[in-house]
């Protein structure tokens, strides 16, 4: 199983993002998927999670600026990032809980981080 993110970049203040993040390999079906960030000496949290079913969870600091999705494909995810701001630079990581073709549910698999960066 790989999770593979794309998107990250550099950006103005204001200016917007969309991170996405695709698992692949032998995954059966998607519980839930989301991302988290992490600053330079701060530890990880989490940004936004979307459920199988489509509930999601925000971080209060993104709320009304990010939007999380699905695929059509449903094991991909999205991350819309408006009104960035320099506080949002991190290491963005695409995490998963998923079951696999096995029939084994595996939690919190990490895929690579994507760095995002709000200057000007």
Do not use: H
Request: glycine letters at 12%; charged letters at 15%.
């Amino acid at each position: 199983v790989q999770l593979q993110a794309f998107g990250g970049g550099l950006v103005q203040p204001g200016q917007s993002l969309r991170l996405s993040c695709t698992a692949s390999g032998s995954v059966f079906s998607i519980i839930a998927m989301g991302w988290y960030r992490q600053a330079p000496g701060k530890q990880r949290d989490l940004v936004a999670r979307i459920s199988s079913g489509g509930s999601t969870n925000y971080a209060d600091s993104v709320k009304g600026r990010f939007t999380i999705s699905r695929g059509n494909a449903k094991n991909t995810v999205y991350l819309q990032m408006n009104s960035l701001k320099p506080e949002d630079t991190a290491v963005y990581y695409c995490n998963a809980d998923l079951e696999k073709l096995n029939g084994v549910k595996v939690y919190d698999y990490w895929g690579q981080g994507t760095l995002v960066t709000v200057s000007s």
